[in-house]
């Protein structure tokens, strides 16, 4: 089986996750945060450890880090924390809908929403002309999960630090596939997920906050903290991580990191080759339409004449046991811009864990689907 749907979630952890894990069961699963007792101090230790190493990673120093089980509910946590009424954001059409669907909620009660439809790299050039008196935040996705371009962060971030607008990144397909600097990108709330390109087991994201920005609740409960008050505490980051926190998720994330510190210039690197070997490849496919720039990341799109995204994806599992995803990929504004809403795509998603071998079959198989299909089409006419 090849596996080609790291977008949605990386298929083969490190072996240094999978024994962080196996530590985790046998010695941390007390509860972090709630007892004063060795073992649940142990833990918290743990998650402890696992904010620093984040706050490493990202060049976070002067941040908090809220957990949450994925990056949508990070997402939610961000949009529906900061925003009123009345207030005015910016966001690209690239963007999914763990964003666009809590935008949508806030519009019932007033919310604005300007959507630019250039193409993500040139995201920032259109901000100007979009920003209104009372705009409070810009949101953009750091890599598409549709096409893999990637959004000018720099440039992005400059500009909301010159407007004194908040900056949300969506980093669910970037952490862990490109170099990334929270503090000189001016990114005020950052989304993460654990499960993809940094590669611990599921359960864990998580949302990296700009210290002094304040955000509203969206959830209620235990937090170990202020127990004789019955509203809930403002301190970040226990205020926001109510209930029982993943812990031996938030050990697996730890060892991810670490593992991807150790091995980051050759992942980059692999990651870079494979996606372009992969793209000129599908280019001399002339019954593909690819939907992915020529310098995209870790995700291409495409699609095979007269077929629907779906049926293809199911002829790669079924008859040459390829996993790519089809459909919209919970990102409807980018395939309205593409003319694919009606259709989908497909998506290949690459991780360091492929190899040059699979392009090649991967673009065997779509040679023999093609094939086929027109050997049956000839027989039908006939």
């Known amino acids: ?6 977008s949605a979630t990386s298929l083969t952890k490190p072996n240094s996750v999978k024994r962080a894990v196996l530590d ?16 649940s101090m142990q833990v918290a230790e743990k998650i402890f450890d696992t904010r620093e190493a984040l706050k490493r990673f990202f060049n976070a120093k002067n941040y908090e880090v809220i957990f949450t089980k994925n990056c949508s509910e990070a997402l939610n946590l961000a949009i529906l924390g900061s925003l009123k009424p009345k207030d005015h954001i910016i966001i690209s059409c690239y963007e999914h809908n763990s964003v666009l669907r809590a935008i949508e909620h806030l519009k019932k009660d007033g919310l604005e929403v300007s959507v630019i439809n250039s193409d993500l790299a040139d995201f920032s050039n259109h901000l100007e002309q979009s920003i209104k008196p009372n705009t409070k935040m810009v949101i953009c ?46 990114i005020d709330l950052y989304c993460f997920a654990g ?36 509203d809930q505490p403002n301190d970040i980051p226990e205020g926001y991580e109510v209930g029982t926190l993943p812990s031996i998720s938030i050990i697996s994330l730890k060892a991810g990191i670490e593992y991807i510190e150790k091995n980051f210039s050759k992942i980059i690197d692999k990651e870079q080759r494979l ?12 019954f593909l339409t690819i939907y992915s720039k020529d310098d995209s990341k870790n995700v291409i799109s495409f699609n095979m004449k007269n077929l629907d995204s779906s049926y293809l994806a199911d002829l790669l599992n079924n008859k040459f046991h ?3 995803r089809a459909g919209l990929h ?50 039908k006419e006939c």
């Open 141 to 186: 996705t750091l890599v598409s999960n549709v096409t893999g371009e990637y959004s000018d962060s720099q440039s992005i971030g400059n500009f909301c630090k010159t407007h004194n607008l908040i900056y949300l990144a969506d980093g669910a397909q970037a952490s862990g596939h490109i170099k990334l600097d929270l503090m000189n990108s001016n």
């Open 275 to 286: 996606t372009q070997y992969l793209i000129k490849n599908l280019k001399k496919l002339k």
């Open 322 to 324: 390829i996993c790519v």
């Open 330 to 379: 919970c990102a409807p504004l980018i395939h309205k811009k593409l003319n694919t809403l009606n259709t989908g795509t497909v998506r290949v998603s690459l991780d360091y864990n492929n190899s040059f071998e699979e392009i090649d079959r991967l673009i065997y198989a779509l040679k023999s689907i093609y094939s086929s299909l027109s050997l049956a089409k000839a027989y």
């Open 24 to 39: 985790a069961l046998e010695n941390y699963t007390a509860n972090p945060g709630r007892s004063g007792h060795k073992k």
């Open 1 to 6: 089986m090849m596996y080609f749907d790291n």
């Open 195 to 230: 499960h993809k390109g940094m590669m611990s087991i599921s359960g864990v994201g998580g949302l990296i906050i700009k210290k002094g920005l304040k955000l509203n609740h969206i959830m209620f409960g235990g937090t170990g903290t202020e127990s004789e008050s019955l």
